[in-house]
């Protein structure tokens, strides 16, 4: 993972990708995707409001970010105390581990939740297969998936957030149950997609 181009990205408050507020997606579809009795897994997590509002559904929630501005940002901004152990940080039953998600060990609860709004579509197409395959070696049984992606024409606009086409998805994760929940065009506020048309999908993918 292009770990300076991310710290940069922290430290110039160039965080674009960053929602203001809870996904739409998410609130829409929190009544399928939510289990009190089961921990939830939110890779490349930011200082994401998701955070805390899945750990109001889950048993706990955990999040794997590699840039430490933006853990330490969560609780700061939220004014939440935590508890440090090497790279992890706690509050409750929120968990934030400071790691490459490409290099995580499973070293939590056992998970059988995953929230992936933008981790899938910050990756470039060389290192998606391999970030997949870690996150389908994190669940193994029993697992459900929320994902969402963007498609549009790579050739005109360069990422990320990255183009994922639906076929990739289809390919990639052959051997799940894939439900495609909702596709639909978006305008981004993005200047650098300009008129380019952006296909974004909700997906839930269960082992």
């Known amino acids: 993972m292009e770990k300076n181009f991310w710290n940069s990205k922290w430290e110039k408050d160039e965080i674009g990708f960053h929602q203001d507020d809870i996904n739409y ?6 009544s399928i995707f939510k289990d009190s009795e089961k921990n939830c897994l939110i890779p490349l997590c930011g200082k994401s409001k998701d955070i805390t509002y899945l750990s109001k559904y889950f048993k706990n929630v955990v999040g794997i970010e590699f840039v430490n501005k933006a853990v330490i940002d969560y609780f700061k901004e939220r004014k939440l105390t935590f ?3 090497k790279n992890t940080y706690r509050h ?20 059988n939740y995953i929230y992936d709004r933008a981790a899938l579509i910050a990756l470039p197409h060389n290192l998606r297969k391999k ?6 070696s994190l669940t193994p049984e029993d697992s459900f998936l929320f994902l969402i992606t963007i498609e549009y024409d790579q050739s005109l606009t360069n990422g990320p957030p990255f183009s994922v086409p ?17 596709e639909r065009k978006i305008l981004s506020p ?18």
């Open 190 to 207: 993005s200047p650098k997609f300009k008129e380019d048309e952006i296909i974004q999908r909700v997906y839930f993918i269960k082992n």
């Open 166 to 182: 639906h076929k990739e998805i289809l390919h990639n994760f052959s051997d799940r149950d894939i439900t495609l929940k909702e």
């Open 25 to 30: 997606h998410l609130k829409k579809f929190i």
């Open 92 to 111: 409750k039953n929120i968990t934030l581990i400071n790691e490459d998600i490409l290099k995580y060990g499973h070293k939590t609860d056992a998970i």
């Open 83 to 85: 508890e440090v152990s």
């Open 131 to 136: 970030y997949i395959d870690k996150i389908k």
